[in-house]
């Protein structure tokens, strides 16, 4: 059964046969069936021939007395065929026995019980009835109703013609002649009646016509289906179902005809074997859809089952028609609708039962895209047996069973649209889908306010005869009459067909505003929503908060499936990116990659524009992510944002007021985003000064906070930022027996990169200073790592002197830095000690350990040595003189009495008092030693 086709183009063109096929077979049957004769009634075989033909009662209560007409079925629950069997019964019954008769009166249709004393039944009672059939049903205004028939009338002839059966009784009917007169004599009671029934020309009831449209419609959609999706096991086989169970909707309440007629016999086996395919199909298909599921063992000996089932019953009907065609000419094929339906019970009970067997295995994403196509077959089964409720209680016609059919088909729509199965985009747009939910109920509100009103306008109403006098009102008895009550009737009925008029309005206004609801048709305020946003732009300062915010507004108040913002500084870069309804992962990184672009793709527009207006790169890139419209954001002929909106929620057109309202919203953005921007660039700022606070804390708290207590020396060290931070830096580097390395630094630069470096290298001398090295040592081997990390762009200076107290010596490297300044006591000289070197990072190491140069210097009692950078010699006053070495050496040289701390001071006071309010451009840093 899998491998019927092996192509997709046999499997088109087979399926396209077999639909052509039977649709031509459906419509030559309901051709056949609405042109031939047809009485619109329905009889069967008489349940019994004897009939009661005067009444018999012990009293005047209607059900308890035997009337004539009544049908005789059972005496004392015996079933009796002949008047003689009745005869017989009574005779062996005494005279003061109750008698039950079981009866069938026509002219209630039903069966009733009635007991009556033996002495009150007459000796002749009882009529054996002519050859007839009993009439059950009769077509409201049918050509049968319009002539006077009524359920349970007994027909005797047709047009003069007696018969042994209903199926005879049919062949005489449909060897009428259209457009002619039929006369039935029928008889009801004991009254002989002689009907003439004129057959209509073309005769169908709408239910008919209801139910072949819905099978012309389940085989249009599965030859869709299995045409254009052919590649797909699911396809096939749903497409092949609906074919046929098609079929079997467009002939089941279709077959009229003599039961020799060759194409009748067709008609009938067609349509079993097509019903009985098609459900064994469809529950095939669960194994294939909505998703293909691996089949066990156990699944293939279920559908092996299924198939072996459906074919077995088949070919048991075909054998039974063939023989019955052939044996029984004059059988009524319709007769096996038993057989048919046992066969449907068979199919069901173990489709169903196969149905449960998958779900219980299935995985969980196979159960939740089946979960609508299984509610629906509940649904269907509840619907059923509903109908059969209405069937039974003559309140609905058999043929709309087929509707039922309806129920899945749906279900199948809906699943395959909204999983997107089968490769298909099953989806109606919402406005589509508004416009017309709409219409139909429009459509029906009309039809219902024409039905009422045709109703009331037959209805007969028993108006109070009131009568006015210029005295008093009168409410009389007597019906009223005369002209005054006819105005009366006529304001009445105005009245209320107006009522009526309003209740409908107010019904379909309500009706109207609940299906926009759904369908986010509701207009919105402007005003409002203008106030709303205004309200919001003006309370947000933050950036990202601003662009979030306002887009969850604008998608809120216009009902919009997605929107995204922009906001871009200096019209190049995208600062900020914040969308709503959708992941936006994706779109942030392509608006990140391509700010440029964008920018430049909305400079030469100005209001609001479609996608399709921009560059395709761009308009592709905007349509890939749903948007529909951009609308710019500018302030001051500059591009400061972007808003792009996609579809409404209800999928209609943008109009002109969403464009104006758009358009507003962006030049109110635009001030906000100027203030947002405003307000980043103070934060930042802010937040800058408080790291550089902070970072300045940091740095001076890793200068020497203590000043260290060497015997033979006094000691002063400060060190001034020209900004929150520098690359000035001085150490006190402790060592073992008194001995201390000072250590004075400066990076080239200032500010934040200086500090870094400065804080870098300090950390590298106090690293090696564990190893006890030479100042020479230290710095050559701080090069070789500074000389790795160090921009090229930097440098650094540096002077090391190792103080040995005990030995009044020092050993003095000099990286590239100002000399040391050395005031003998001795000379009341200062000298400027001079060694050669070069700045950190400046050379590689061979170099640089090639001009490095190493002194040994002695010193006496209250000599001074003074390490400064080049801050102080480089201060300029507002004159742009320069502080120079000159002016450095005579304040050392004044001072030179005062203890370390106050030559430290009095030269800083100096550097002050020259400077005056110029403020300072450079870091200084000061450290003063003097011997002890």
């Known amino acids: 059964m899998k491998n019927i086709f092996q192509s997709r183009k046999s499997i088109q063109l087979g399926s396209s046969l077999l639909a052509i096929f039977l649709l031509l077979m459906a419509f030559i049957n309901f051709y056949r069936y609405i042109t031939s004769p047809t009485d619109e009634n329905l009889f069967i075989n008489p349940p019994s021939t004897i009939a009661i033909s005067c009444p018999v009662y012990l009293n005047q209560t209607l059900h308890e007395r035997l009337q004539p007409g009544d049908l005789l079925l059972a005496v004392n629950n015996r079933k009796v065929n002949r008047i003689e069997e009745v005869q017989s019964i009574l005779a062996a019954i005494s005279a003061d026995s109750l008698v039950r008769f079981t009866l069938l009166r026509p002219e209630l249709n039903r069966r009733i019980d009635v007991s009556l004393p033996k002495m009150v039944i007459p000796d002749s009672f009882l009529v054996t009835l002519p050859s007839n059939v009993y009439v059950t049903y009769v077509q409201k205004d049918g050509a049968s109703d319009r002539a006077g028939m009524k359920v349970g009338d007994l027909i005797l002839k047709i047009n003069g013609r007696t018969f042994n059966s209903a199926n005879e009784a049919d062949q005489n009917m449909q060897q009428a002649q259209l ?37 012309l419609l389940f085989i249009s959609l599965s030859s869709l289906l299995i045409i254009s999706r052919p590649q797909f096991q699911a396809a096939r086989i749903l497409g092949i179902a609906g074919i046929l169970l098609g079929y079997y909707l467009m002939t089941i309440q279709n077959f009229r005809g003599v039961s020799t007629d060759i194409f009748l016999l067709i008609q009938v086996l067609l349509m079993f074997i097509s019903f009985l395919l098609g459900i064994t199909l469809w ?86 895209m089946s979960n609508i196509i299984r509610k629906s077959g509940l649904f269907t089964g509840v619907f059923a047996l509903l109908l059969c409720f209405l069937v039974f209680r003559r309140i609905l016609e058999p043929s709309y069973f087929g509707l039922i059919f309806l129920i899945p088909l749906i279900a199948y729509i809906y699943t395959i649209g909204k999983y997107s199965l089968l490769d298909l985009q099953l989806r109606v747009r919402r406005n589509i889908q508004y416009s017309i939910i709409s219409t139909f109920w429009i459509l029906a509100l009309i039809s219902l306010g024409v039905f009422i009103l045709l109703k009331i306008s037959g209805m007969s109403f028993t108006l109070p005869n009131i009568r006015l006098s210029s005295q008093l009102i009168e409410v009389l008895d007597e019906p009223a009459s005369g002209p005054l009550n006819t105005t009366i009737e006529r304001l009445f009925y105005i009245l209320l067909g107006s009522g009526f008029l309003a209740v409908t309005w107010r019904i379909g206004r309500a009706g109207k505003q609940f299906i926009g609801q759904k369908y986010y048709r509701m207009k919105y305020d402007y005003r409002l929503a203008s ?65 440029a672009e964008i920018v430049q793709s909305i400079l030469p527009f100005q209001g609001p524009l479609d996608i399709r207006r921009l560059p395709e790169d761009i308009a592709k890139n905007f349509e890939r992510f749903s948007f529909r419209q951009v609308i710019p954001i500018r302030s001051k002929e500059r591009l400061v944002g972007l808003i792009l909106v996609g579809e409404k929620q209800s999928e209609s057109a943008f109009q002109r007021d969403d464009y104006e309202f758009l358009s507003s919203v962006a030049a109110q953005a635009a001030v906000s985003i100027e203030n947002a921007f405003l307000y980043e660039e103070l934060r930042e700022q802010e937040r800058m000064k408080q790291e550089l606070r902070i970072a300045r804390q940091i740095q001076l708290s890793s200068l020497p906070q203590i000043t260290p207590e060497i015997p033979g020396l006094d000691i002063f060290g400060i060190s001034h930022p020209a900004t929150e931070v520098g690359g000035d830096f001085y150490d006190f580097l402790d060592g073992k027996n008194d001995e201390l390395l000072v250590v004075v630094g400066d990076v080239s630069g200032k500010g934040t990169s200086a500090a870094l470096y400065m804080a870098k290298i300090q950390g590298i001398f ?96 209250n000599d001074v040595f003074l390490f400064a950078t080049d801050g102080i010699t480089e201060t300029f006053n507002s004159g742009s003189q320069e502080f120079g070495e000159d002016r450095l050496v005579q304040a050392l040289q004044e001072a030179v009495d005062q203890p370390a701390r106050q030559i430290g001071q009095y030269i800083l006071d100096q550097l002050q008092n020259f400077r005056g309010e110029r403020p300072s451009q450079d870091d200084y840093t000061l450290v003063v030693v003097k011997a002890q």
């Open 179 to 215: 457009d002619r007169s039929i006369d039935y004599d029928i008889l009801r009671g004991n009254e002989l009646l002689t009907l003439e029934v004129k057959l209509a020309v073309i005769g169908f009831r709408i239910s008919q016509l209801v139910i072949f449209i819905c099978g």
């Open 283 to 368: 529950f095939i298909s669960g194994w294939y859809f909505p998703q293909v599921i691996e089949k066990t063992p156990k699944m293939n000996h279920q559908e092996k089952i299924l198939y072996y089932l459906t074919t077995g019953l088949i070919m048991l009907i075909m054998i039974i028609i063939l023989y019955l065609r052939f044996s029984r000419p004059s059988f009524n094929y319709l007769g096996l609708n038993p057989l048919f339906h046992l066969s449907i019970f068979f199919i069901l009970f173990y489709g169903i039962y196969s149905k449960i067997e998958l779900r219980k295995t299935a995985p969980p994403h196979y159960k939740e």
């Open 531 to 595: 106030h709303e946003i205004s309200r919001m732009l003006h309370t947000n300062l933050d950036m990202y908060s601003l662009a979030r915010d306002l887009a969850q507004k604008l998608a809120l108040l216009m009902k919009l499936k997605r929107v995204g913002v922009l906001f871009f500084r200096d019209q190049n870069k995208c600062c900020c990116q914040e969308f709503h309804g959708f992941d936006g992962h994706e779109w942030t990184a392509y608006c990140l990659n391509t700010e």
């Open 766 to 861: 106090r690293s090696l200073h564990t190893f006890e090295l030479s100042p020479r040592e230290l710095f050559s081997r701080a090069n070789r790592i500074l000389l790795h990390d160090l921009d090229k762009s930097f440098f650094i200076t540096g002077l090391g002197a190792k103080f040995l107290p005990r030995q009044k010596k020092l050993l003095l490297a000099r990286a590239g830095h100002l000399p040391l300044l050395h005031f003998q006591s001795r000379t009341q000289k200062v000298i400027m000690v001079t060694s050669s070197g070069l700045g950190f990072g400046l050379e590689d190491s061979v170099i640089f350990d090639q001009k490095l140069e190493e002194l040994t210097l002695s010193y006496q009692k």
